[in-house]
T-cell receptor, first 112, second 114 residues
Framework: KQEVTQIPAALSVPEGENLVLNCSFTDSAIYNLQWFRQDPGKGLTSLLLIQSSQREQTSGRLNASLDKSSGRSTLYIAASQPGDSATYLCAVKSGGSYIPTFGRGTSLIVHP | GAGVSQSPSNKVTEKGKDVELRCDPISGHTALYWYRQSLGQGLEFLIYFQGNSAPDKSGLPSDRFSAERTGGSVSTLTIQRTQQEDSAVYLC????????????FGPGTRLTVL
């Protein structure tokens, strides 16, 4: 059974810092890994999707990497802004299942 | 085009009543998922549809929960005889295909059972 862990659970940083959020998974046989953000009281917004054959994806100030062999993905946020404050979740879709397994998320606060 | 929509956005009900939650996926998306998110908890998978069929109902917590999808589009999640522990945000997501595509989430329905 796939298990997904996100560390840290919470993070508070000053504006302008570059930061890294971590996601680890136990079964390396995956279809893809997706990073989401969730604002309070809202649904999830997709940020980046990395297919199992890919090593990384980039969108603006966001860069997500995938290392299947070590069961890890990182989300790098450059030059953080207060508007980046949200909970970030990763979800892994494993081989043989169409149901993604979600981590518990990292709650990020970027203060001015 | 329009994203995933859910209705109602908020629902307050009394213990023992039945509720229906609705999800309108993105047009053309064949895969549809229901999740539940309780306060301080992660996302809990409930049920997955491919077209109108539900190959995976493994996440439904009890037989009070049921869901259907008609015309390969709209889905309804029904909770019978609601209990206080059913209080949560119910999220719906859709994707173009079930395997390797991006999931798009709706805004959720916040259910409160008094």
């Amino acid at each position: 059974k796939q298990e997904v862990t996100q560390i840290p659970a919470a993070l508070s940083v000053p504006e302008g810092e570059n930061l890294v959020l971590n996601c680890s998974f136990t079964d390396s046989a995956i279809y893809n890994l997706q990073w989401f953000r969730q604002d309070p009281g809202k649904g999830l917004t997709s940020l980046l999707l990395i297919q199992s054959s890919q090593r990384e994806q980039t969108s603006g100030r966001l860069n997500a990497s995938l290392d299947k062999s070590s069961g890890r993905s990182t989300l790098y946020i450059a030059a953080s802004q207060p508007g980046d404050s949200a909970t970030y979740l990763c979800a892994v879709k494993s081989g043989g299942s169409y149901i993604p397994t979600f981590g518990r998320g990292t709650s990020l606060i970027v203060h001015p | 085009g329009a994203g995933v929509s859910q209705s109602p956005s908020n629902k307050v009900t009394e213990k023992g009543k039945d509720v229906e939650l609705r999800c309108d996926p993105i047009s053309g998306h064949t895969a549809l998922y229901w999740y539940r998110q309780s306060l301080g908890q992660g996302l809990e998978f409930l049920i997955y549809f491919q077209g109108n069929s539900a190959p995976d109902k493994s996440g439904l917590p009890s037989d009070r929960f049921s869901a259907e999808r008609t015309g390969g589009s709209v889905s309804t999640l029904t909770i019978q005889r609601t209990q206080q522990e059913d209080s949560a945000v119910y999220l719906c997501a859709s994707s173009l295909a079930p395997s390797a595509d991006t999931q798009y989430f709706g805004p959720g329905t916040r259910l409160t059972v008094l």
